[in-house]
Structure formats: structure tokens, C-alpha cells
Nanobody, 124 residues
Framework: QVQLVESGGGLVQAGGSLRLSCAASGLTFSSYFMGWFRQAPGKEREFVATISWSGASTYYLDSVKGRFTIWRDNAESKVYLQMNSLKPEDTAVYYC?????????????????WGQGTQVTVSS
């Protein structure tokens, strides 16, 4: 059984930081592109960041570039999202996702597995 479990969400003031973690099990982790998506109340889920198999390549939503960093530890089957300089508009449920693909995808429908999400709330 494939499971992705996020942790690390919480309440933080604007300008603060959080680190999200995603622990994967039941899949060959190193063969999956991993990504983070988020969904704010009343909005569609949107892409945040993705990372390639080896972790050598990353891609970010423009609005989080320079503030968020995605990395992975294949030995531990974990992917992380470090979020700095948080803004109220970053408030959302953040989801970890995995895609067994051979190319980049920012489309949520091309991801195969999803976690249940972790709430990030940024107060102003």
C-alpha cells in the first residue's frame, strides 16, 4: 500500500518559517517525481514545487521562488518543503504527491499518489 504522510504544518506569523515533511512508503521512492501542492479555501489546488528522481532538478511556483525550497532524501523516502518568509496568501492545506513519470508535470491529475494534507496558516 502506498502512503504519503505529511507533517509540519501549523500556525505561524507572517515572515515566519515552517518545514513540511512527507514520509513515503509502499513505493520505489527514487523512481518518483515528488511534488507539493496546496489548496486554499474556495480555490483550486495549485502546484507549489516539484523535484526530480535524484533531487538534482527542482521547479517552483513563481510566487514561492526564493522563499520555498524542496528537497528529498531518497534513503529515508522523504521529501521536504522549507517555507521561509511566509505570507498570509500562503495559507492553505499542503499536499505531498508522487508521480512515476519520465517528465516534469505541474498538473495535479498526472500525479499518482497523494497524502492527506497538512494545514499551514499564516497570520498577518
Amino acid at each position: 500500500q502506498v502512503q504519503l504522510v505529511e507533517s509540519g504544518g501549523g500556525l505561524v506569523q507572517a515572515g515566519g518559517s515552517l518545514r513540511l515533511s512527507c514520509a513515503a512508503s509502499g513505493l520505489t521512492f527514487s523512481s518518483y517525481f515528488m511534488g507539493w501542492f496546496r489548496q486554499a479555501p474556495g480555490k483550486e489546488r495549485e502546484f507549489v514545487a516539484t523535484i526530480s528522481w535524484s533531487g538534482a532538478s527542482t521547479y517552483y511556483l513563481d510566487s514561492v521562488k526564493g522563499r520555498f525550497t524542496i528537497w528529498r532524501d531518497n534513503a529515508e523516502s522523504k521529501v521536504y518543503l522549507q517555507m521561509n518568509s511566509l505570507k498570509p496568501e500562503d495559507t492553505a492545506v499542503y499536499y505531498c504527491a508522487g508521480r512515476r513519470g519520465s517528465r516534469w508535470s505541474l498538473n495535479e491529475y498526472e500525479y499518482d499518489y497523494w497524502g492527506q494534507g497538512t494545514q499551514v496558516t499564516v497570520s498577518s
